[in-house]
């Protein structure tokens, strides 16, 4: 009898204990400068396998304002699993461009790069984030808002 309750006792606090599921923790995205190719005429960002760690993300790449009235357009694209992708963008050169992740509440920016006239990539400094919440001020919908990062308002 004693036993048995016991062995009650253990079942029913068993029973009763249920794991608290732990805060996933934000994606840290990266670029790799190096896996990267552009072709002009359209402009074509190739990310071979690595460029964009981890993959399986939509990823938008936003042109810098250019200089005089040229027409610019967003490119958007999946990045694959193995970390590659190929995106169009309409834009001059040279040029900066940012590259975000798109996720489902927000946009996180993660690289920019700098593409020369004959097409060459270097990284790029993205400038400055006023409101330090991680977004470049050239591509921050609210740069006075640090509550606010990223393309999409």
Excluded: H
Aim: aromatic share 6%; hydrophobic share 35%.
């Amino acid at each position: 009898m004693k036993l048995r309750l016991v062995l009650i006792g253990i079942v029913g606090a068993a029973w009763s204990c249920t794991a608290t599921p732990l805060p996933v923790p934000p994606v840290e995205y990266e670029l790799d400068v190096e896996k990267l190719e552009v072709t002009d005429q359209p402009l074509v960002f190739e990310g071979n396998p690595g460029a964009v760690t981890p993959g399986d993300v939509e990823i938008r790449i936003t042109p810098g304002p250019p200089d005089g009235d040229p027409v610019v357009e967003d490119g958007t694209g999946t990045v694959a699993a193995d970390g590659s992708f190929t995106i169009l963008v309409e834009s001059p050169l040279p040029n900066i461009f940012f590259f975000e992740a798109i996720e489902e509440d927000e946009d996180v920016f993660f690289g920019a790069v700098r593409v020369d006239a004959a097409g060459n990539v270097e990284e790029a400094d993205p400038g400055p984030d006023g409101d330090d919440d991680g977004s470049p001020d050239a591509i921050d919908c609210a740069p006075t808002d640090p509550e606010r990062g990223g393309r999409r308002c």
